[in-house]
């Protein structure tokens, strides 16, 4: 029994080295006790370190003392009763005392952090395992702990318990701390901006998690929390200025938020001098290093983007005239071939064409890479040739268009037609294999009526790598003299061409895309070989002894550019040469940020003392993918970043309901967008996004509506946006010459961002390269380095005019091309935009007459030749359809075999033609009567002499 007893007090495992059954004596002092053992051992137990209480037991052996650790469990034999009785009260003060403090100390912290701060996520775990000991003693030892300690104690530990695990509960403390500080900084966030902050905005500034991404949209308030985040740490005391560190994406944005602060921390103490900096990432690099006494001159080339570019055409030249190896692969790496066989549609053929440009080393281009190689074979060859030169004789194969053969060999009459189709005559899955194999023989039939030669290569030449041999045996056969160029004529005449120069934009834009992405040479090759970029493994080589000779000349300079002002800061703060001191980190403008600025940041944080960072963002305005934005680090914040709070701001005081939908709507499309519901103050029933069209001249169209505005609202501001600069100048040029317009103001629509007028007028949607959408994609090298793009079509620019839609505070008004009508334009025009639509020529009865019958995407559009006007299909190189102008009604008419139709169903205007070469039929007057001549007739170097009966009734 007794046996039993004594082991009941042995209950850790430190029993075979915690008994002390030798025991002697027990000291005690007003610091602890003192254990002596029979042969004058001291143990000495603080009370400090008393984490339970101890334990009396009174038995046939003796009286037995157990007292507890952290570390040990001490099990003491005692003889004599009265010291034990008086050992064991002095201890058990001593613990409870201890037991006291410890709880208050960890309720402390508890409440510091968890109830009287913002939980941060780092300080989950870190308190979760101070707490749990703490509450798997009182577990153990409940009954004595709640009759020997103070019952206010005991509610303490009653609440941690209440709100563990912690990291259950977290988000209630979260918003349980959210509501007391809505209520007691209530007047603070009433006045800290000009306007009292909206509930999101307040949420904003007291969230202060380990990271905390406030989402936005336009004109929702962004740099109002910024503002208001600042002021509130200095004015609440938890931060002093120095430790508060703001970064802003530009010069001008970090002036205005300085100013903000400026302006509206005076009535908070906050004066010139004592304001928290505010840095572009540029200068805080530029500042690091400066004091790390790293030399901070800025090289030539970071102010002087045309120097650049010739250092890398130099580096280029430099290249090729290293072996003639070197020049055939740097025209090798110039192109990226494409299959034609492997569109699936019609469509898919036409866009890759529309949007991907081949140009030959002459500087034509052409539809597809095997032309091109067929173009340049002849180049190197010396052979003088011409692209797509219409044919001697004007003799139609197909219906509506005249023949123009591929190639010509000039000074001969020697033709040759690239066919595309394999070695069993099937074509691109697109095109009709039969009909494509009978106009094959036509041409040879019209080439020999004609007695000229038609010398003939065929996609499989090119699929078996036998395309220039085959072209080496063609010229022999027929007699075509083959005088290959030497590689410094070849190379004087690409520089003459200014394919250098192009090939040196190329690699320029390249080499800043792995700066800014902080590439190295697997990265590089890695990417290259993702996005199916031909010879990667070479343009890997080439580009990354581009970098590195591009860095060993900034080094030889001693000088760095803008990239090297965060790259090398980086360093510095990684290495520890330079300590950051923050403890708040506020970044503006977060959707545009750069892989390497990023970087940059992340040094910020993990080398200081545990910052809280708050970055401001919204993934619908980021527009600088070109200069390195990486919006994923925005879209997939916690997988790339880690753990955040999130706020979003989502109420604007800018512009309407009908703006916001129409903007949200459009931008929402992509479905890698976040998603957002914008309220907005001011609501309208009625659409104030208008749709014009440009009729007659755009730069009239702009000050006829600009004069309409200023008739209903003298005073209101008043903007004309665009894409590109060019636009705007136009339209400037117009104003100056009339009535002075008052409060008028141009924009880029990327330069747009964060400004804001009462109307805005927005130009430049049309078709084509500097046409809205920007058709021009980068080239796919320079494509897969640069920051991964959402997979959207037109992402970007979608996103680019969400920002210019969303300037307007009243209406906005789109001035577009009927006749190449951007896609963003077809686009809004579906019912679900509500687009206010001010123009017939957009209205869709009327839009039908104009679409272009061949391709897939065209409009047609009015243009003058010499022959007088025509039409011409808006998809451009994709499509060759050249209507007519109907002779009743000026629309686009369409040629049939003998006849062309008027495209207008109203008018229906049908005209005679010829079915051999497609001008018009004259009516003649012969012996037998009135007959139909073809007007070629009279043409006497090409005379065509086709006749036929005269109809009346379609003329
Ligand atoms: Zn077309
Ligand atoms: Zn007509
Ligand atoms: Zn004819």
């Known amino acids: 029994m007794c046996s039993e007893n004594m ?54 052996f003796g009286n037995k003392l157990t007292i507890k650790t952290e570390a040990q469990v001490y099990a003491v034999s005692f003889l004599k009763t009265g010291q034990f009785h008086q050992s064991f009260d002095f201890i058990y003060k001593g613990a409870v005392k201890n037991i006291t403090d410890h709880i208050q100390l960890i309720y402390a912290e508890f409440k510091r952090k968890a109830i009287d701060g913002y939980l941060r996520d780092s300080e989950v775990e870190e308190l979760e395992s101070r707490i749990l000991p703490l509450i798997s003693r009182y577990h153990a030892s409940k009954e004595a702990w709640d009759e020997s300690i103070d019952k206010a104690v005991i509610d303490s530990i009653l609440s941690i318990i209440s709100n563990c695990p912690l990291e259950d509960s977290k988000e209630k403390l979260r918003s349980e701390y959210e509501s007391k500080m809505l ?52 004015e609440s005391g938890r931060a002093k200025k120095e430790e508060i560190l703001i970064l802003a994406y530009n010069k001008a944005a970090a002036k ?90 019609k469509e898919e053929y036409d866009a890759y064409v529309r949007d991907n440009e081949y140009r030959t080393l002459q500087g034509e281009r052409v539809k597809g890479f095997q032309e091109l190689c067929i173009a340049n074979w002849f180049f190197m060859n010396g052979i003088d040739y011409e692209y797509e030169a219409p044919y001697v004789t004007k003799v139609r194969i197909q219906v509506g268009f005249d023949y123009r053969p591929d190639f010509h060999i000039k000074g001969t009459n020697i033709y040759l037609e690239h066919f595309g189709v394999d070695r069993n005559g099937k074509t691109r899955p697109d095109i009709d294999a039969a009909k494509y194999n009978l106009e094959m023989d036509s041409k040879r039939k019209l080439h020999s009526e004609c007695r000229t030669t038609l010398l003939e290569t065929f996609h499989y030449n090119w699929v078996e790598d036998k395309l220039e041999d085959r072209l080496e045996r063609l010229m022999n056969d027929s007699g075509v003299e083959i005088k290959r160029k030497s590689p410094d004529d070849i190379l004087e005449f690409l520089n003459n061409m200014g394919f250098i120069e192009k090939s040196a934009e190329r690699y320029l834009k390249c080499l800043q895309a792995i700066r800014v992405e902080r590439l190295d040479q697997k990265l590089i090759l890695e990417r290259l070989k993702a996005n199916n970029i031909v010879k990667a493994v070479q343009y890997t080589e080439i580009l990354n002894s581009l970098h590195a000779d591009y860095v060993k000349e900034l080094d030889a300079q001693g000088r760095i550019d803008f990239d090297d002002m965060i790259i090398r800061a980086i360093n510095v703060v990684t290495s520890g040469s330079f300590t950051p001191k923050w403890s708040h980190i506020l970044v503006d403008e977060f959707q545009d940020i750069s892989m390497a600025r990023m970087e940059f940041l ?147 629509f990327h330069g747009s961002k964060g400004l804001e007028a009462d109307y805005c007028v927005l130009i430049g949607f049309f078709q084509g390269k500097s046409g809205f959408p920007n058709m021009n994609k980068e080239e796919a090298v320079i494509e897969s380095l640069l920051p991964s793009l959402d997979t959207f079509p037109h992402s970007e620019e979608r996103r680019l005019l969400y920002v210019a839609l969303t300037r307007a505070k009243k209406k906005s008004y789109l001035i577009a091309d009927p006749r190449a009508t951007s896609e963003f334009i077809d686009e809004l025009l579906t019912p679900k935009y509500k687009l206010h639509i001010a123009s017939k020529t957009f209205e869709e009865r009327y839009r039908r007459i104009f679409k272009c019958g061949i391709c897939s995407v065209g409009y047609y559009r009015l243009l003058s030749g ?22 009743k009604c000026g629309s686009p008419s369409i040629d049939k075999q003998d ?39 009279g043409i006497r170097e090409d005379q065509c002499k086709s006749t036929r009966r005269y109809l009346p009734s379609i003329v």
């Open 7 to 60: 082991d009941d007090l042995f209950i850790t495992p430190n029993f075979w080295g915690g008994l002390f059954s030798d025991i002697r004596e027990v000291r005690t002092s007003s610091n602890g006790v003192t254990l002596v053992s029979k042969y004058n051992n001291e143990t000495a137990i603080p009370f400090s370190e008393l984490n339970d209480l101890p334990m009396a037991r009174t038995g046939f």
């Open 183 to 234: 209520k007691s900084r209530k007047t603070f966030y009433d006045n800290a901006e000009s306007n009292p902050l909206t509930e999101p905005q307040r949420l904003a500034v007291i969230r202060n998690n380990d990271r905390n991404l406030v989402l936005a949209a336009a004109g929702t308030g962004k740099t109002s929390v910024m503002v208001a985040k600042a002021l509130d740490l200095m």
């Open 256 to 345: 205005e938020l300085e100013n903000r602060i400026l302006e509206h921390g005076v009535s908070y103490g906050v004066a010139e001098g004592n304001c928290p900096s505010v840095y572009t990432f540029h200068a805080l690099g530029r500042e690091i290093l400066k004091k790390a006494g790293v030399p901070t001159y800025l090289s030539d080339f970071a102010d002087d983007p045309i120097k650049l570019k010739m250092w890398v055409s130099e580096w280029l030249v430099n290249y090729i005239q290293s072996s003639p190896k070197c020049l055939n692969r740097f025209i090798e790496l110039a192109y990226q071939p494409i299959n034609p066989f492997d569109f699936s549609t």
């Open 602 to 748: 992340n040094s910020l944080v993990t080398q200081g003392k545990n910052p809280i960072l708050t970055v401001v963002g919204d993934d619908w305005q980021s527009i600088y993918r070109f200069s390195g934005g990486k919006l994923e680090l925005t879209t997939r914040f916690e997988e790339l970043i880690g753990s955040y709070s999130l706020t979003k701001l989502e109420k604007t005081f800018r512009y309407n309901n009908s703006i916001a939908d129409t903007a949200g709507t459009f931008v929402m499309r992509n479905p890698e967008q976040y998603k957002k519901q914008v309220v907005t103050h001011t609501k309208v029933d009625s659409s104030q996004v208008y749709l014009l069209d440009n009729e007659g001249r755009l730069e009239d169209k702009v000050v006829q509506v600009i004069n309409k505005i200023r008739k209903n609202d003298l005073t209101g501001s008043i903007s004309v946006l665009a894409r590109y600069r060019y636009l705007l100048e136009n339209v400037k040029k117009k104003v100056k010459s009339g009535e002075p317009i008052p409060a008028l103001k141009y924009w880029t």
């Open 866 to 887: 010499k022959y007088g006007d025509f039409y011409s299909c808006s998809s451009g190189l994709v499509c060759k359809s050249r209507p007519r102008m109907c002779d």
């Open 899 to 937: 006849k062309s139709v008027c495209n207008n169903k109203a008018c229906n205007y049908t005209k005679p033609i010829c079915d051999r070469c497609g001008r018009p039929m004259k009516v003649k007057e012969g012996r037998f009567g009135k007959f139909l001549g073809c007007s070629g007739y």
